[in-house]
């Protein structure tokens, strides 16, 4: 039996994981090929946008935000190495955000231990506040 050559909404939703809300914002995104129109009104996908979804989800596995897989989408219509030059540019900016966001949350570990510590300080002092709670509620 051949492949059918396209998909409604809810077969597409069922053979991607996603919803079809989900498949109709990927669509305004620019993500997916906008839908065809049958003459009852039901969106019509090409089948192909099967493997598109399924490049989509990996990408967002592998940490990619939307707006990014859609800058990675466009860059088919590049070719060879300035499509290369394009995605390195593309994680290179990427890298230096994760950079960024290991120092905030090595700080924000670091903030969590004194806090730690403090609460077993008082554990083992005369205290019968937490000090934590008592410096988190002066901070406001």
Same mark, same amino acid.
């Not at 019509?44 to 990408?59: D, G, H, L, N």
């Not at 540019?89 to 890298?95: E, N, T, Y």
């Given at each position: 039996? !051949?492949?059918?050559?396209?998909?409604?909404?809810?077969?597409?939703?069922? $053979?991607?994981?996603?919803?079809?809300?989900?498949?109709?914002?990927?669509?305004?995104?620019? *993500?997916?090929?906008?839908?065809?129109?049958?003459? @009852?009104?039901?969106?019509?996908?090409? !089948?192909?946008?099967? +493997?598109?979804?399924?490049?989509?989800?990996?990408? $967002? !596995?592998?940490?990619?935000?939307? !707006?990014?897989?859609?800058? *990675? *989408? @466009?860059?088919?219509?590049?070719?060879? =190495?300035? =499509?290369?030059?394009?995605?390195?540019?593309?994680?290179?900016?990427?890298?230096?955000? *994760? +950079?960024?966001?290991?120092?905030?949350? +090595?700080?924000?570990?670091?903030?969590?231990?004194?806090?730690?510590?403090?609460?077993? =300080?008082?554990?083992?002092?005369?205290?019968?506040?937490?000090?934590?709670?008592?410096?988190?509620?002066?901070?406001?």
């Amino acid at each position: 039996m !051949a492949e059918r050559e396209t998909l409604r909404i809810g077969e597409l939703a069922t $053979q991607s994981g996603l919803t079809p809300d989900a498949l109709r914002y990927y669509e305004r995104l620019g *993500l997916v090929p906008r839908a065809r129109r049958t003459s @009852g009104g039901f969106r019509v996908y090409p !089948a192909s946008v099967t +493997e598109r979804i399924r490049f989509i989800k990996q990408a $967002q !596995a592998n940490g990619l935000t939307l !707006a990014e897989i859609r800058e *990675l *989408l @466009g860059f088919r219509d590049s070719g060879g =190495r300035g =499509r290369c030059r394009q995605v390195e540019q593309l994680l290179v900016r990427k890298i230096d955000e *994760l +950079e960024t966001r290991l120092v905030q949350l +090595e700080e924000f570990k670091r903030t969590l231990q004194a806090y730690r510590q403090e609460c077993e =300080r008082a554990q083992h002092g005369s205290s019968d506040e937490c000090p934590v709670v008592e410096q988190l509620g002066r901070s406001r």
